[in-house]
């Protein structure tokens, strides 16, 4: 029976993705349903749904987009009034992390899992990153060459850095990243010794990145793909790729508690996870997070970085992180 409705529905509606492993039951209740509601953060959000639309034609996809904040408001907000508008919803790393204690997602064990690594996923199938940004050094190739940039964290207290570091004010996960991967006593005592570089905070990762771009700092923290991009334009900056650890954050989807569309938040879910959309994220210029994809950029081979990935569960420590990181570069508010 179940192989009767694949049939009818590939004559339908064509091939393309339906066989890629799809359950038919849930095809079927999918194309019942007709719908997904999505909450997102990515701003490209809409057009990988319409890449999903053409695999699932009769689906419309209802995409929701915010910045993370306003959207967790929406939920929560929401969730007050009895109300679960959202199927499927893609959050920043923190933000997911209360919806799963609030109990406004649940687990799916996408199939697609399989082609993430520990640590851009959880165990219980409650979150799986879709894409990420690395979080790295930057610096503009005319004022600093490759022999001279700095290799390691411990390459940034030299001296010749003094004042000519640019550093967005809200990247308290520099920290985080480092007591996980050091310990706190480590992790504290080597930003102490940063703050003495009199670091040059600007509000902003693309900010940082377009100063860089334009010498006013020949050295910033700066997001990888951001600097990949720039260079692909032709600008003089180039990115450090031997930091120990080079930290991640990740933008994770989930299946909501009590979705309106369960199935065809499933297939949205799955698809999300594939190959197929994770290779348009790239060329949408993002970073996706499924580890047997080949980069778009040799240098982005995440195989050949020490990539620390921030999971959700470290939620709880988010708040000491700032405070911590504010403390230490005696940042105000």
């Known amino acids: 029976m179940e192989r009767r409705l694949l049939l009818i529905l590939v004559a339908l509606f064509g091939s393309h993705g339906i066989l890629a492993g799809a359950d038919s039951a849930v095809v079927e209740g999918a ?38 904040y306003p959207l967790l408001n929406r939920i929560l907000n929401e969730a007050r009034a009895g109300v679960y508008n959202y ?11 209360l919806l799963i204690q609030r109990g406004l997602v ?3 064990q996408s199939a697609e899992r399989k082609g993430y690594a520990d640590g ?21 190739t005319k004022q600093v060459s490759s022999a001279e940039a700095p290799r390691n964290w ?14 967005d004010p809200d990247n308290h996960v520099i920290y985080g990243g480092l007591e996980q991967k050091w310990g706190k006593e480590k992790a504290v005592d080597y930003l102490r010794r940063l703050s003495q570089q009199q670091i040059n905070f600007r509000k902003g990762n693309t900010l940082v990145a377009q100063l860089v771009v334009a010498g ?22 180039d990115w450090v790729s031997t930091l120990n650890p080079i930290i991640s954050i990740g933008d994770p989807v989930a299946l909501a508690a ?27 210029n993002r970073t996706p997070s499924r580890s047997d ?9 995440p195989k050949n970085l020490h990539l620390l990935p921030i999971s959700p569960s470290s939620a709880d420590r988010e708040p000491e992180w700032r405070t911590q990181f504010r403390s230490i570069f005696d940042l105000k508010g």
């Open 31 to 68: 194309r019942r349903e007709g719908k997904v509601v999505f909450y997102t953060v990515v701003a490209e959000s809409q057009q990988i749904c319409q890449e999903f639309e053409k695999i699932y034609p009769f689906i419309k996809a209802e995409v929701v987009r915010a910045t993370a």
């Open 87 to 97: 199927d499927v919803v893609l959050q920043t790393t923190f933000p997911m992390s």
């Open 106 to 108: 649940q687990p799916y």
């Open 120 to 140: 851009w996923k959880d165990k219980e199938g409650y979150w799986t990153y879709v894409d990420e940004v690395y979080l790295v050094v930057g610096y503009n």
């Open 154 to 167: 411990e390459d940034l207290l030299r001296p010749q850095w003094r004042g000519k570091i640019g550093l």
């Open 216 to 237: 006013e700092y020949p050295l910033g923290f700066i997001y990888a793909h951001r600097a990949e991009y720039f260079k692909s334009q032709g600008a003089s900056v």
């Open 258 to 284: 009590k979705p309106k569309h369960p199935n065809a938040a499933k297939l949205l879910i799955d698809f999300l996870l594939s190959r197929e959309a994770q290779r348009h994220l790239q060329k949408l």
């Open 293 to 301: 994809l080949e980069p778009i950029s040799p240098k982005l081979n």
